[in-house]
């Protein structure tokens, strides 16, 4: 009796061996979605990511050494807090441009950044708006002092903060000319029609 279930008991085994093979043996082809994201996971294991590489998010932060932090200067503290993160700055251009010409002033503006050596992507937003997004956050009140600067700059937005271009200066100086230029029109005006009534 014992002979009668061993062979069948050795069948049973030896299919089940040959299915184990067949199963790690599927072809590549034959792979589905789970399949891929199994293999996927397996690959993620073995395999040593470096820092820079992982999403910004689970990267490590870069410790801030208070000691050397000065207080009467929070722009330092704002630029070590975003030193290896993203950064976006907002930027309007001055007058009533059209959206290409937007993009050729910014772009002036990105290639002056790329020679000194900033890593800076531009996206245009609007007719008169452009983001500069940074990699590294802690560099972006340089450009900011870059982009204020520049005669077409009507103001940067850095971390909620408005800092006013030289765009927006010589915006206000041409809206004082002529609201004086206008007074001063008026008053000509009322000293002539004085005069008359007085001949």
């Excluded at 293999?39 to 993620?44: G, H, N, R, S, Y």
């Excluded at 050494?65 to 630029?79: A, G, Q, T, W």
Aim: a negative charge; one cysteine or more.
């Amino acid at each position: 009796m014992e002979v009668r279930w061993a062979a069948p008991l050795c069948l049973l085994l030896l299919l089940l061996v040959s299915g184990a093979e067949q199963k790690k043996k599927k072809d590549i082809r034959d792979y589905n979605d789970a399949d891929m994201a199994r293999l996927l996971e397996q690959w993620e294991k073995d395999d040593d990511i470096e820092e820079e590489d992982l999403p910004e998010h689970k990267r490590p932060s870069v410790p801030i050494d208070f000691s050397k932090l000065d207080p009467s200067n929070p722009e330092n503290l704002l630029k070590m807090t975003k030193k290896g993160k993203t950064l976006m700055i907002f930027v309007t251009v001055s007058g009533n441009p059209t959206e290409k010409e937007s993009e050729e002033i910014t772009s002036l503006w990105q290639g002056s950044l790329f020679n000194a050596n900033y890593d800076v992507q531009r996206f245009i937003v609007g007719s008169n708006r452009a983001i500069f997004m940074l990699r590294d956050g802690s560099y972006a009140w340089e450009i900011k002092d870059f982009l204020v600067q520049q005669e077409r700059c009507t103001d940067v937005t850095v971390e909620g903060q408005v800092f006013p271009g030289k765009g927006a200066r010589d915006r206000d100086t041409q809206s004082e000319n002529k609201s004086k230029s206008k007074a001063g029109k008026k008053k000509n005006e009322d000293t002539k029609s004085k005069r008359k009534e007085d001949l």
